[in-house]
């Protein structure tokens, strides 16, 4: 007979002095519980050792067959694509898919203890959903990961899968301008450190400068990749008198916001003012009129990034870089017919 049994979530409760039920909800990651209560569990949780039972099973078989996904949302029309990419990808490779967000109602450390070693086999990180500092915590430990759109630190060697955002924005731009003569063209960014936007950024103040147009701060204004933002960006733009003829939206959900406040306006679309967004997402083409955009391959992405951790997870080595073309869509929005 085992002299030293496994701690039950029994035990923890009494350890903690609360009840089972409350345990299970911080085991859980729920919101519900305070935050003195939940420190007390962790504490007992930590001096008992304590495994819960799911990842018990893990640690005898040393794998659940079940990746991790880390967003910071899941909205607007650009995440469909790329989580059918995932979620098809994971299942041909039999592996479950197990995706959590993190905002301030849901703490990074909630999600650490959702998706960490003990309940997934590895992570795909989307950008800006992790900082630094964790991604070094998990590498360190041998944890596999993947990101999305994401550089990593320089001391870690983590695979990345992206998409070629500046010579996209930087052909897009100059569509702009070497076929419908635009020069005043405001550029919406995206988030604060959304390394996507930065780089259509580098784009398109790369094409500026190489057709002899100064960049004038005044034209780059956030957007924050969602209609709303955008929306109150480009409002603000008329409201301060500054002159423009077209706008780079930053991506499509950006640029639907963008047209709404335009039309609002009574600006017209593309006669007043010329609009261009990034993504190529399914309703890019719905709009009025049809958007240009550049096609990125979302899909793939997240295919991809599947197939990278699947072979980390197999003791593997996979691709330090998978970086996907981009594709110049031309539509009515930009002044084409």
């Known amino acids: 007979m085992d002299k ?12 903690a002095g609360v009840s089972i039920a409350t345990v299970s909800r911080v085991v859980n990651g729920s919101a519900s519980v305070e935050a003195g209560t939940a420190e007390r569990v962790h504490a007992a949780i930590a001096e008992l050792h304590y495994v819960p039972r799911n990842a018990a ?5 040393r794998r659940t067959r079940t990746i991790g996904l880390l967003l910071p949302e899941i909205g607007g029309w650009f995440f469909p694509s790329m989580l059918r990419g995932i979620e098809t990808a994971a299942r041909e490779a039999e592996y479950d898919l197990l ?28 950008t800006n959903s992790v900082e630094a ?24 060697d983590i695979p990345v899968v992206t998409i070629e955002n500046k010579s996209g924005a930087q052909r897009l731009v100059d569509h702009l301008i070497e076929v419908h003569g ?17 780089w259509r950024e580098r784009g398109y103040r790369e094409s500026l400068e190489a057709h002899q147009i100064p960049f004038d701060k005044s034209l780059v204004a956030v957007g924050d990749f969602s209609e709303a933002a955008a929306a109150a960006a480009i409002g603000q733009l008329m409201l301060d008198g500054t002159d423009f003829d077209a706008v780079f939206s930053g991506d499509d ?7 709404t406040a335009l039309q609002r306006a009574g600006r017209r679309v593309p006669d007043d003012v010329a609009v261009v967004g990034f993504d190529d997402v399914p309703v890019a083409r719905f709009l009025t009129p049809p958007l240009t955009t550049v096609r990125a ?28 073309p981009t594709e110049l869509v031309i539509r009515q929005s930009c002044g084409c017919r």
């Open 4 to 15: 030293n049994p496994a701690p039950t979530i029994g035990d923890v409760a009494r350890r």
């Open 57 to 61: 099973r893990v640690l005898a078989s």
């Open 99 to 126: 995706i959590h967000t993190v905002d301030a109602g849901y703490p990074l450390k909630a999600a650490r203890r959702a998706l960490g070693m003990h309940n997934t086999d590895g992570l795909i990180v989307f």
């Open 133 to 156: 500092a964790e991604l070094m915590r998990l590498k360190h430990n041998g944890f596999p990961l993947v990101l999305l759109h994401q550089t990593p630190p320089e001391t870690l």
């Open 182 to 198: 635009r020069r005043r063209i405001v550029f919406l960014q995206g988030p604060e450190g959304h390394e996507d936007s930065e």
């Open 253 to 259: 959900d950006a640029s639907i916001g963008v047209l």
């Open 297 to 324: 391959p979302t899909e793939q992405v997240g295919a991809d990034a599947v197939r990278q951790l699947a072979r980390l997870i197999r003791g593997e080595r996979a691709e330090p870089l998978i970086l996907l």
